[in-house]
């Protein structure tokens, strides 16, 4: 349960840092990036991989790049369900996505250090 705690709140920070990087990308709050941070999750584990399965053969022939399309709806669909979190153009749509990727494995990391050089000290 801890665990999940951690992954949405690195996932929240990630999506403020998504926020003041990318100008099609709006959250309203720290609040309001936790719930959607709650809602990529829910996305990415239950529609993603019907959506990666449906769009296989595409995504064969295009040698994987059509991922970043399937991505970018799911990182669009967490923002029509969340209030206070937006994505707007194109740009967002595909980079919004990208950038979360990179800032959350990131948080995900340090807060792994962090656990493991907590445990050692204890």
Do not use: Q, W
Not at 24 to 50: E, R, W, Y
């Amino acid at each position: 349960m801890l665990g999940y705690l951690f992954v949405v709140l690195s996932t929240a920070l990630s999506l403020l840092v998504v926020d003041i990087v990318l100008p099609g990308v709006n959250i309203a709050s720290f609040p309001a990036a936790l719930i959607a941070g709650v809602a990529i999750g829910l996305v990415n584990a239950f529609v993603k991989p019907i959506l990666s399965l449906l769009t296989l053969p595409v995504n064969f022939l295009t040698l994987g790049l059509f991922s970043l399309v399937v991505n970018g709806i799911c990182f669009s669909l967490a923002a029509a369900i969340t209030p206070g979190f937006g994505v707007h153009g194109t740009l967002a749509f595909i980079l919004g996505p990208v950038i979360l990727s990179f800032a959350s494995t990131f948080l995900n990391k340090y807060f792994a250090e962090r656990t493991v050089d907590l445990k050692t000290e204890a």
